[in-house]
């Protein structure tokens, strides 16, 4: 049986024909659905009513390939892709990118921001596969790209989608919530794509899975005119291979390669989708855990201290603050680090101490943990105060960061080696960074005009 679906709603219905989301089984808050905004293959787009500059996103049970030139009814897709993309939008979210997504509403819907779609799939690629290969005779199939391989394609069904220049967008001059597509959206739109597939691609690599190749979309949010990632990502948006072996894939292209569409294939094809589903939530997990350990000489140095303490909050990573004093009570000292030593948390040790820092190098000569260096320094005694954290005595690999906020940073670029979500937040401050910038030059240029 086809699970049932939305039922189409006329414009502006009354109160009594409002229609209530999801299905009973979910049993969620009513949801005032206002007229249907856009249908595609895999999904509707609906207003609410009581929330404007918000939209529910829900999906269908079809699967399509070759721009429906083949399409099937699979039921329970439209909960598995749901599910996905939740997962996946909220990992990118406690990233810190950008996104329409606002919370799962149900099974198979979510509720997102309004948005004005940017008719582009941006395709991100890290292996050569697909219709690269035909569009490029020579190169072989596995082909590894370093830096990733960026293209964009025209949504246009009729022609099958063609493949876009740069050029091209710019020069469409795309105007889409009050806000011309340019050259500074162009690049946000590039960089900010190779960010998510860095991230999701650092991510699935915990599953022992690598991301092939990716599709998205972006959109211009109708309230905040901002360039956010919109539309799904989910089963139908990229190709995975466990352990790396095309033999073993688990996307939509097991579908596109049938030969013959029969109910046992269609059975193969869902048991793909659903493995993604389930191990797509474990993406939300931290596999690995750490912390910080602020060590200060003195309770002056409080607030020096509580600027790293929040630093790492922003990483998901605990900050712990002790006060102890290498000079005064170095048995004492010493007996904190144990403390930390003995309990197998990886840790990192910051040392906060002004005037002559004993602390810091007495941590390091003594730990094999990683030890920073961020003493406070004041404007009369700083220039030099600061030799006592810079001149180390031999065998001592301490290191010295100044700014409380890059002490943490440097922390949580330790633990990225082994958390995914500590280096995923850490790749998306990076984009963020870059686009603030960018943003800044435009709004820049445009007061000089």
């Not at 009594?16 to 206002?34: D, E």
């Not at 039921?75 to 329409?100: R, Y």
């Not at 010295?400 to 998306?428: M, N, Y």
Request: aromatic share 6%.
């Amino acid at each position: 049986a086809v699970a049932p679906q939305v039922p189409e709603l006329k414009s502006e219905p009354p109160p009594a024909a409002w229609a209530t989301l999801p299905p009973r089984r979910s049993r969620k808050p009513q949801l005032k659905i206002g007229k249907k905004l856009n249908e595609g293959k895999t999904k509707q787009i609906f207003e609410l009513l009581d929330q404007p500059g918000l939209v529910l996103v829900q999906s269908k049970d079809q699967i399509t390939a070759g721009n429906a030139a083949r399409k099937d009814q699979m039921e329970g897709k439209a909960a598995i892709a749901n599910k996905t993309t939740s997962c996946v939008f909220k990992l990118l979210q406690e990233s810190g990118i950008k996104t329409a997504f606002v919370k799962q509403h149900s099974d198979t819907a979510f509720i997102a921001a309004q948005c004005e779609m940017i008719p582009i799939e941006w395709v991100c690629r890290r292996v050569a596969t697909g219709s690269f290969l035909k569009r490029n005779p020579g190169v072989k199939e596995g082909y590894r790209f370093t830096p990733l391989k960026m293209e964009m394609f025209f949504k246009d069904d009729a022609n099958n989608d063609p493949q876009w220049s740069e050029e091209q967008v710019l020069e469409t001059k795309f105007s889409l919530a009050g806000l011309t597509i340019g050259q500074c959206e162009v690049d946000i739109m590039n960089r900010s794509t190779v960010a998510i597939f860095e991230i999701l691609e650092k991510a699935w690599a915990t599953q022992n899975c690598t991301l092939v190749d990716m599709k998205i979309e972006f959109g211009v949010n109708v309230k905040t005119q901002e360039v956010v990632l919109a539309d799904v990502i989910d089963n139908d948006s990229w190709r995975l291979w466990p352990s790396g072996d095309r033999s073993q894939q688990k996307d939509k292209q097991v579908y596109r390669d049938l030969k013959e569409v029969t109910p046992e294939a269609m059975q193969m094809v869902k048991r793909n989708f659903e493995w993604v589903s389930e191990r797509v939530e474990l993406l939300l997990h931290s596999r690995a855990s750490g912390r910080v350990v602020v060590l200060m000489g003195s309770t002056s140095d409080m607030a020096h201290c509580e600027k790293i303490r929040k630093a790492c909050s922003s990483f998901g990573i605990p900050c712990v603050l002790r006060v102890t004093s290498a000079h005064k009570g170095p048995d004492e000292t010493l007996r904190i680090k144990a403390e930390y030593e003995g309990d197998g948390i990886p840790t990192v040790f910051v040392a906060v101490a002004g005037r002559s820092n004993g602390l810091g190098p007495v941590m390091s000569g003594n730990t094999a943990y990683p030890v920073i260096n961020c003493p406070p320094l004041t404007p009369d005694w700083g220039a030099q105060d600061v030799w006592s954290s810079l001149r180390m005595p031999s065998g001592l690999g301490c290191s010295t960061i100044l700014s409380p906020e890059a002490a943490a940073q440097f922390a949580a670029q330790v633990f990225g080696l082994t958390d995914h979500q500590v280096w995923c937040k850490l790749r998306a401050s990076m984009l963020n960074t870059w686009v603030s910038l960018k943003l800044a030059d435009k709004k820049l240029q445009a007061c000089s005009l």
